[in-house]
Each structure stands twice: as structure tokens, then as C-alpha cells.
């Protein structure tokens, strides 16, 4: 199978031509994922409102998130997307690997939020009491649970809309680790 042509403007409903427009004032360009989403009558803006819904994360929590699940998942695309935003967010090159790699030295409460992540990645939403205890003690709510599982649905949805359509990654390529 082929990869999935990268949709131009012109290709796309008159609905997505507005959503390719705001992407472009906003983003500076349409990024390759968002325009296979496009392929879909209603899946680029139904998953623009989910990606850009209120939230008890931060930016930086939410970063944690993408980079951990994208990792877990192989995702090159969303790796090197997560990776030039998670140094918009304050990332640093050697923290975006120790997040990566699950090895998080330079903040206890993102360590906890990376642990509880790929055990409910890797266990297909499960995870232990203790993972969940050292979440829960390290600060974090019930809502900031919920939130973290919404966080992952939205990132497994882009890590296998990549891995199906396998569409060019247009972002600065995430270093290999």
C-alpha cells in the first residue's frame, strides 16, 4: 500500500479550506497530519476541538503526555511535532529525552505523570495502585486524571492515523534514541 497523498487546499471540503486557513495564520502552515484528518468531511475539526478543549493540564503536562505515548507507540511524526513544541513549552533538548526514555530527573511530579502514562499506554488503560498513588501524592486530582486520559486518546488517535497513512513528516525529524 501507498502512502496517503498529503491533501492540497483546493482538494478539501469548503469546511476544511476555512480550517486549512486558521492553521495557516496560526501554526504558519497546514501541518501534513492535519491534512489527511481532511480526508474526512468532519474528522479535522472534530479533532481540532478535542486537541484545543479545556483542560486541568498544562502545556507542559500535556507535552509530557504526547512525547510519552508517541514514544511508546513509534510515532516519528508526533515525536518530532511534540518535540519542537514541548521547547516552545520550556523543554529543554536533554529533557524532551529523559522524557522520551521515561527517566524524568528534573521534576518529580512529571515523573509521576510519565509513569502513570506508559503503564496505562503499555496495559491498554490500566494501571497500578501505586502508580496511581504516586500521581495522586505528587499533586495531581482526580480531574487532572481524566484529563490525562483524554490527553492519551487524543494522541493515539495521530499516532495511528501516521502509522496507517504514513504521510511525510514536515516537522524538524525527533533524534532517534
Known amino acids: 500500500m501507498k502512502n496517503f497523498p498529503v491533501l492540497k487546499k483546493e482538494q478539501v471540503s469548503e469546511a476544511n479550506q476555512a480550517i486549512f486557513n486558521n492553521l495557516e495564520?496560526?501554526?504558519?502552515?497546514?501541518?501534513?497530519?492535519?491534512?489527511?484528518?481532511?480526508?474526512?468531511?468532519?474528522?479535522?475539526?472534530?479533532?481540532?476541538t478535542l486537541q484545543n478543549s479545556k483542560s486541568s493540564l498544562k502545556a507542559k503536562e500535556k507535552e509530557v503526555i504526547n512525547l510519552v505515548v508517541s514514544q511508546y507507540n513509534n510515532c516519528l511524526y508526533c515525536l518530532s511535532a511534540h518535540t519542537a513544541i514541548a521547547k516552545l513549552n520550556g523543554f529543554t533538548d536533554e529533557q524532551i529525552i529523559e522524557i522520551r526514555k521515561n527517566t524524568i530527573s528534573f521534576d518529580t511530579k512529571l515523573e509521576a505523570l510519565a509513569n502513570l502514562v506508559k503503564s496505562i499506554v503499555e496495559n491498554k488503560g490500566e494501571a497500578t495502585d501505586f502508580l496511581k498513588e504516586k500521581f495522586f501524592n505528587s499533586g495531581y486530582t482526580e480531574a487532572n486524571?481524566?484529563?490525562?486520559?483524554?490527553?492519551?486518546?487524543?494522541?493515539?488517535?495521530?499516532?495511528?492515523?501516521?502509522?496507517?497513512?504514513?504521510?511525510?513528516?514536515?516537522?524538524?525529524?525527533?533524534?532517534?534514541?
Do not use: C, H, R
Open 25 to 48: 495564520k496560526g501554526v504558519g502552515f497546514v501541518p501534513n497530519l492535519y491534512a489527511t484528518f481532511a480526508y474526512s468531511e468532519n474528522a479535522l475539526n472534530t479533532y481540532l
Open 145 to 177: 486524571l481524566v484529563d490525562t486520559i483524554i490527553a492519551i486518546g487524543d494522541k493515539m488517535m495521530t499516532n495511528y492515523l501516521f502509522a496507517v497513512a504514513k504521510v511525510p513528516v514536515d516537522w524538524p525529524e525527533a533524534p532517534q534514541i
